[in-house]
């Protein structure tokens, strides 16, 4: 007798959406209503929850890893002419940004991936436009940049404590469509996430690194100041999110009250992403029987 | 009755060596004889062979990546103070550099990771002096850079190739010292690795790339050319570990015929030098109990 009741299903929380995850978190476009935005849902999980969220996380691992390398042979064989991925990560402070990078980024060769944070303005960026820093940070050919925050700081941050004049924070959101837009135009593949915390969630995570010696280093007591102005950021945030979201650089809104989900939604955001690059293995750039023939000579 | 067979040893291969592996694998001073390095060697390993290396090296992962974050944390608390690391990967091409990236420094947060590749000098390059552009990558305090290559080429395909005068890339030696000197005075922990492997095993992996055309982007025609060049580049090497062997920055001689030893040792010696450094987490650079009452506040 044939044992089939491994092939059963346990029940439909297993079963795969028919849509991607890239389009259950897409952003619609039109009006953003932030109250609407779930920090806690799970759009598309297909385990249980946070007790198989690793295995699923980690089973994307391979098949990112291919992809990445695929994208960096294409950079180092024909740079002129490969893609170059941009993911923005943006949310309040203990969003995990962090996180994910360390979760879901860390699933691939670190050698395919830039990194870049972006903090308060140097005198140095400050006397530049606000892009400037930006384009010094664009990954290379065949490279995964990772922006932990990004330009939308200057609708953001800027915007809320007043860093600018209004004039000069409301023309912004047209200089970035068009900044993207050019980027997508050259080849980048550009994926903008948005971690979406609840308050009530963000203050646990700020209590939990004073509860904790090992995470003083995480906490600034400003992020309480922040937290204070939620509803100047969500403002803020709404206008980022419903002015910026062009096709040539969607917003993708990440819950992220559960970090397993945050982390798995990212990762597999990537890899279809990815995916729908049918990426090739570059051709070779000589002549295969020719070098094989002095190979063996050696 | 109690079972201990779990806990007997199965033969003498699993007792650990009473010498670390960063005491094993230091390259003596003095005097260096290329050919009494074993590039099969597997010195120390306290498995059987490759099929247990791939448990040895993940089960440094977690270890390593608490001591990653603990410099990090340092680096990001009190700048000023906290170390640096930089793990220079130097060794023939196809020994493993990217390899040893992939696999060891993957085993940390790539936020704490800057990884730096050195090919050719562009043209800006070579208008500066040749350790211009090594400082201008060296790592932020808290991190862990990785030199793919580094200020060493300056004597060695400069050398073999004569790019430079002679008088001009003997010199270099005295210069690497002090440059290295002053590193470590300035709080840089330095782990310089020389990946040795034979013509043999090159020759092999040169045809396995041949082989596949998902590596044919690996593969260089000049390989080859540096192949027939193997001893000079060993001459060249001879001196780089020779006369830049110093207790500041020393070298550490692996064997890489076998990939999964050279992870493994490299791996294990990072660990193994950071934990001598008996890195603490930073105190906290605020009031704890008042801003634990501004958090319940909120």
Redesign the interface.
Known sequence: MVHTCGMAKKSNSTVRPSKSISELLRLPKGPVNMASLDPAGRPGYPGHGKSDADGYTAAIGPILADLQERLF??G??TPVDAKRVLLVLQGMDTSGK?GV??HA??LV???G?H?K?FKAPTPEELSHDFLWRIRNALPDPGMIGIF?RSHYEDVLVVRVENLVPVSEWDGRYDLINTFEAELAAAGYLIIKCFLNIS?GEQ?LR??AR?AD??K????N?RD?NA??KWGAYMEAYKDALERCNTDAAPWYVIPSDRKWYRNWAIAEILKEQLVAQGFT????N?D?AA??A???A?
């Open positions: 042979a294409n180092k064989s962090g990078i360390t980024v860390g060769d670190p050698q991936v990194i944070g932990d308050p203050k700020l209590a004073l010696p090992s003083y280093w995480k906490y007591p309480v937290h204070e293995w570059p051709a070779a000589f295969v070098e094989k002095r190979v063996a050696i």
